[in-house]
């Protein structure tokens, strides 16, 4: 471990110090909040996290469900709460770490934001105070300035919720491994011991999606995380199982409201 990845580790485990410390983040090898592809296997912090990437994607998966991160999005982790995290051709990005106490303020479960111009410049701005014990009254407003805005972020629709029933969460963590598999809601239910209705009526109580939709929101899991490594959109629609790439677009302009194209491109994606 190098180390910068110490201090960064060091201090998200950190209880007193300031209540909010942010760290600016890269792909390079002296970057003080290293970036790039990687994979962190289940863990949890003291502090709770709020993280952003410019570019690639990132994949949070907790007991909750699945987080999907791409870039000019927040992520938000709270104090003690267990995750895994994959992170795919991050060049750039930001982290800021908060103290359980000012995260009473925040969500208690993961979640998405959007991103304002003015977060960032405030994130910029307390990232040149990182390694202070101790903050001066103006950087203490910058920093409730900071809170202010993450709490009243938008939230972003990028959640997979996994349900808990055990014949239901059988048949969600396979079609989670396979997201081309065609079969159909009838050919599940017969695969999980339970009746179609079941299966429907567990899905929507249990997730809040219909069974059609829970599925296309794996695809689109897996869609971002192959685009966001460069995988063609032909690969991507026929790995996922749909019959045409102009199928998968329409998808995805169902979600997004743009192409995969222009999705990735709007934020700097090649």
Partial sequence: MKPNEQSFLDLIEKTEGPGLVAFWGSD???????????????HSHVRGQVFCVESGLVHIRTAHGSW???PHRAGWIPPGEHHWASVVGATS????????KESQQLPDRPCVIGISELMRALVLRATSWTMQDHLVPS???IIQVLLDEIMGAPHQP???PMPSDQRLARIAQAIFERPGDRRRLEDWAVWGGLSPRSLRRL?????GFSFARWREQVRLVHALEMLAQGQQV???????????PS????MFRRAFNESPARYFSARGQT
């Fill in 139 to 141: 950087q203490e407003r």
């Fill in 93 to 100: 990005g930001w982290s800021v770490v908060v103290a359980p």
């Fill in 158 to 160: 990028l959640h997979l």
């Fill in 203 to 207: 899905m929507q109580a249990e997730t």
């Fill in 234 to 244: 032909a690969v991507v629609s026929d790995t996922l199982g749909y019959a045409s």
């Fill in 68 to 70: 999907l991160l791409p």
């Fill in 247 to 250: 199928n998968f677009i329409a």
């Fill in 28 to 42: 390079e090898v002296n970057s003080e909040y290293r970036l790039g592809t990687r994979e962190y296997d289940w």
